[in-house]
């Protein structure tokens, strides 16, 4: 009975996505503001009526219910009760539900805080998201109906994929798809500005936030995404540039281009008809990585459950929305007017040029995961797999990164690199001494892991150079320097901490590349390894069970200098509905290290396994440095500048500030 | 320093024109030396595939050819069914890698015809059979449609 409750809400919700999309359209265009004003009682009802569906979903999950095909080919009655409610999306079907559920959720979000909108735009923007969801509620209903019931319920389920079963499909997905989903809010400002035909400052300072939000929630996504891979599939690699993965990647760094030029646009009223344009390449980028997830055309290690027949209705609903989106560019772009002027070595001049490597490199990203389609449909077969992504976008984000620290220091309309370069300077100095300090230590065989290291100390001290140079401490002494430190706006450390977080990241990338070292053998209980200046003993095996799977532990004690480290313990499960082994890595971290050993099949003499261990130096790094991207995103978020009424002058405002 | 609108323009458009060239450059460079063709075994057995390029084939692996030798190098037998190539590889299997399952392995031929693999490709999902090794075992006929887990596999011919 909730099932087929749920399952009702569903169509109910298509049905009021359907009124969402047309009314407040007309509306606009008769000047009605009673029809406007359907856009955002129609968003809430529509996050009442998914979150409906999708809670009915859970609850046949949670209770096992046995009747629904979905249920059955995902879950097991004795399957952990985080994986039953995980597992509501880590299928296909519900993978979309939640999709539609972020969806309207992010719409919903815009009826209630987008108060100080003008209603004109408001309904427009809903109504965009109105398509989107028409769009995909109707793709779940016929295609993909997590809500089928068997004709003779089944007695036990056929369990969830085990490499599922993990904390990371609870996090993960949601997040990436709160970071997909949340560049459907941008692209649905820019279709609303389209038709409206008048965009401006006011419009860029509203789409901000939202798209800065998407743009946290993505990185997250990616880095959880990027460490989940690491530990779960025991490769011991935290990027594949597998299609999946490069899917994620584009829409980032789309994301992060838009991000940047909205600054523009806020500030200085330029760069209009680009943000519009990247707007909407973003939001497409991010229905192509759901398409290509979705529909197996690429080969991919990540993808799971896909099912190619439901890829052509997605790629129908790709071509709809990209299509139009461009189209309506194509026809509306001109009658946008163009703002203020700069000289190229300015604010905007920086900025222009990030988005000109952002958008080359997410160009030559999707150019990467493409081509093999492309020749594929000319008889040909071949993959494109890191050593084309490492030659071509580590060179074009390298030259991206070692400009980051320019940016903030040049002056809006009219900047003096010759005065960016004098605040610079120490910092460079210093990093090319880090830099030679490495090289001199390993010798000419890690040139290019010194120049890497050099650099990431460039792109992570020269962040806070803008900050030290605001605060002018050895002018005005460490007190006022302090106090003038206070008094910067929060964008402004926001703006450190995630430049920062790039150098961090660049930092874990190099040293793990560099520096790890590795070790494949045999190893029989009593056996001792030696890898990267630890001794590592195969103490034994032993033998356990979890809910719904058996496992053998391997235990071994990590010594240095003879004195005891920890114990690593990596794992051979085998989930017993599925008849599949899975390897559970044992990693330790210490300091910001870790140490990571993985189990292969039996080696040839008896009772003994074949062991990967790898050392890896500085690797969290590389996805604390995420953290520190999200964490600026976030300080940004709270800037006043971006809580307040767009349009009104900040004198006005600030008494409210103070009162709360 | 006196900029007119159409200086800055050039400056923007010799920019971005800079930007792309450098991308183009890449790409092609990589395009040239850095992309894997995909072969099927038979392709490999039976036309001249160049050793020393870089390569992926897909197929299944022979039933009965996996040899385990010391230090975690592992030998077996990738076919399509109607040929097989040698493959060997030196790490851990993914867990998913069995007897007459589909396998993608990635790596170069060697003059004496073995593959020599430095990675080594199943899927996370058992259910689910990689699009390349579909592709040939429908090229060599033996791909029946809807059949989970694909067809039976071959045993291996000695």
Known sequence: MIVEFGHFALILALAVAVAQSILPIVGFFRRDPALMAVAPKASLMQLLLVAIAFSALTYAYLVSDFSLVNVVENSHSEKPLIFKISGVWGNHEGSMLLWVLILALFGAAVAVFGGNLPQTLKANVLAVQGWISTAFLAFILTTSNPFHRLAEPAMEGNDLNPVLQDVGLAIHPPLLYLGYVGFSIAFAFAIAALIEGRIDAAWARWVRPWVLAAWIFLTAGIAMGSYWAYYELGWGGFWFWDPVENASLMPWLVGTALLHSAVVMEKREALKVWTILLAILAFSLSLLGTFLVRSGVLTSVHAFATDPTRGVFILAILCLFIGGGFAMFAVRAGTLRQGGLFAPLSREGALVLNNVFLTVAAGVVLFGTLVPLIVSAFGGAISVGAPYFNTVFGPLFGATLLVVPFGPLLAWKRGNLLGALERLWAVFAFAALIGLGIAWLNGATHLLAAVGLGGAVWVLVGAFAELWSRARFRQVGLAVGFRRLAGLPRSAFGTALAHAGLGVTLLGIVSTSAFQSEAILEMKPGDTATVGGYSVTFDGVRNGAGPNYTEQVVSMTVRQGGTVQFIVEPTRRFYTTRQMPTTEAGIRTHGLSQFYVTLGGEGRQTGSLVVRMWDKPLVTLIWLGALAMMAGGALSLTDRRLRVGAPKPARQVAPVIVAD | ?158
Do not use: C
């Open chain 2, 1 to 158: 320093m006196v900029m007119t609108r159409k200086t800055r323009r050039l400056i923007l458009i010799g920019t971005v024109g800079a930007v792309l060239a450098a991308a183009v450059g890449l790409v092609l460079f990589a395009l040239s030396g850095e992309i894997t063709l995909y072969k099927t075994p038979t392709e490999i057995v039976e036309k001249h595939v160049t050793e020393g390029r870089r390569l992926r084939i897909g197929g299944l692996v022979e039933v009965g050819s996996v040899i385990r030798q010391d230090g975690g190098r592992v030998e077996f037998k990738v076919t399509d069914t109607a040929n097989a190539v040698p493959v060997t590889y030196t790490g851990l299997l993914p867990d998913l890698f069995k007897e007459g399952q589909g396998v993608v392995a990635e790596g170069k031929l060697d003059q004496t015809g073995l593959f020599q693999a430095d990675t080594v490709l199943a899927k996370h999902d058992e259910r689910y059979m990689p699009k390349e090794v579909v592709d040939a075992l429908k090229a060599q006929g033996v791909w029946e449609e809807g059949q989970p887990g694909g067809p039976k596999p071959p045993t291996a011919k000695n």
